[in-house]
């Protein structure tokens, strides 16, 4: 019989313990100059402290506390996350390898009018984002395409700089491979299918105000030059996508992604299968540091869950929500955007912010009737606005150096994100967040 786990406080003092730490940390390396401050300490190495300090506060035996830790480490849905992030890795690498991230950038930029300069870098950042499931490997890509449009443009890079975050954060929240999406998933145990029909509903609207905003930007009819690419090769990207929306189950579809990439450059760039082999273990090690952070989270998890430190955290965010909203469904919704608001903004890392969030926020939905999806969608979004608003976020600090800028001037012009987070809000009390009672397809993947 088990036993009813009681609320207390104490409990996180690890998971604080692991926050100013790497926030800590970050702040110092920021004040004295060194660039890519927030990511000078691994997030695995920073969160050693956290785990030794929630085994101290067990009062569980010392095998049982070990225990306790170990089983978290190797819950079933950490587990499938970490590998659904090694698939990933592995695509991206090797679709990047044979041509494929030329390729799209050299598709989107073949049909933008040189008159929608900004609307269609933002458009192009967006695709490209999607398809790679990444925003900094987005940013990569198209910065020095996008910095040379606003010089020859006369475009304030501060602008173009802003555009070109805003596309790469809103195809990183809807992308089927990005980790922000397998984690907000996983968390929430729903299907990344219904996640990503539930997010167009909030991003869909926040894009085309984002577009629509854009366009009274005056800019000049300078011809845009086209990198060359074979834009064939840009078909992989396309088929995980159609594949993804079918509901094909996700180990499949990514496995499929990279056989596809890697046919697709055999035939194109005469990509070797000793390339192919290696390729896909350059793309298993960069995902190293969130494969890792992923296992420890979740055995630190165990820990605090199994002193009372998460449920302690989901009755004062549920007590302090209630105050906003008498409806249940729109407290636990505002519940969940401000736990992960404020967790970024402490972290700086959008996809360790709902690693941490993840079990209170599921807590918190099915508390309050909010169905798993939103609840994912809800996760992913407040998550990447905050990620693309921070001024020490990793997209403003490389793309404030990659445009020579301050990153604060970066982040004050991520139009999407603020537009994002202002329509997500608003749907909370206009539309009313989507509840448990609505027909759910719940998938392991």
């Known amino acids: ?10 409990a996180l003092i690890p998971l604080l313990v692991f926050l100013a730490l790497f926030l800590g940390v970050g702040v110092y390396f920021q004040f004295t100059g060194v660039e890519m401050a927030f990511y000078q300490l691994a997030s695995p ?72 300069i900004l609307p269609g870098i933002f458009l192009i950042a967006g695709v ?32 173009m700089a802003g555009v070109l975050v805003s596309g790469a954060m809103f195809g990183d929240n809807l992308s089927f491979i990005s980790d922000t999406t397998i984690a907000a998933t996983r968390t929430q145990g729903c299907s990344m299918k219904d996640k990503f029909r539930t997010n167009l509903r909030i991003a869909v609207p926040a894009a085309l105000l984002t577009i629509g905003l854009l366009s009274f930007y005056n800019t000049s009819a300078t011809a845009i030059a086209i990198p060359e690419a074979n834009q064939w090769l840009a078909l992989p990207y396309f ?38 082999s290696q390729d896909i ?25 199994q002193q009372g430190g998460l449920a302690f955290l989901a009755n ?27 967790t970024n903004l402490a972290v700086a890392n959008n996809t360790v ?22 609840s994912a969608s809800y996760l992913d979004i407040f998550a990447c606005v905050v990620q693309g608003i921070l001024p020490y976020g990793a997209q403003a600090l490389m793309i404030g150096a990659s445009f020579g800028i301050s990153p604060l001037a970066v982040s004050m012009n991520t139009f999407y994100c603020f537009i994002l987070g202002a329509v997500a809000v608003a749907s909370m009390f206009l539309l009313g967040p989507i509840q448990t009672n609505e027909q759910e397809q719940v998938s392991p993947t």
């Open 316 to 342: 004062q965010v549920e007590r302090i929500t209630r105050r906003l909203s008498k409806r249940k469904e729109r407290a636990a919704a505002l519940g969940i955007a401000g736990l992960t608001a404020v």
């Open 45 to 116: 190495v920073a969160i050693m402290p956290a785990i030794i300090l929630a085994i101290l506060l067990s009062k569980q035996e010392l095998n049982e506390r070990i225990q306790t830790f170990v089983e978290g480490v190797g819950d079933s849905n950490i587990i499938t996350m970490c590998m659904i992030y090694l698939l990933a890795g592995a695509f991206s690498t090797v679709a990047a390898a044979t041509g494929g991230v030329d390729a799209m950038v050299s598709l989107g930029l073949s049909i933008i009018p040189a008159s929608f």
């Open 128 to 159: 490209v984002s999607t398809a790679m499931g990444t925003s900094m490997g987005t940013l990569a890509a198209l910065a020095p395409v996008a910095l040379g449009l606003s010089q020859a443009a006369g475009i304030s890079p501060a602008l």
């Open 353 to 374: 912010t709902i690693l941490i969030s993840g079990e209170v926020s599921k807590r918190l939905a099915a508390e309050g009737g909010v169905a798993p999806r939103q």
């Open 1 to 10: 019989m088990s036993q009813t786990i009681q609320p207390h406080a104490q």
């Open 281 to 305: 273990y350059i793309g298993f090690t960069s995902m190293q540091e969130i494969f890792l952070l992923s296992l420890l989270i979740g055995g630190l998890s165990a820990l605090i869950r």
């Open 239 to 276: 088929a995980i996508i159609v594949l993804a929306v079918t509901g094909l189950n996700v180990f499949v579809v990514l496995t499929l992604g990279i056989v596809l990439a890697a046919l697709f450059g055999m035939v194109a760039v005469d990509y070797a299968w000793v390339a192919f």
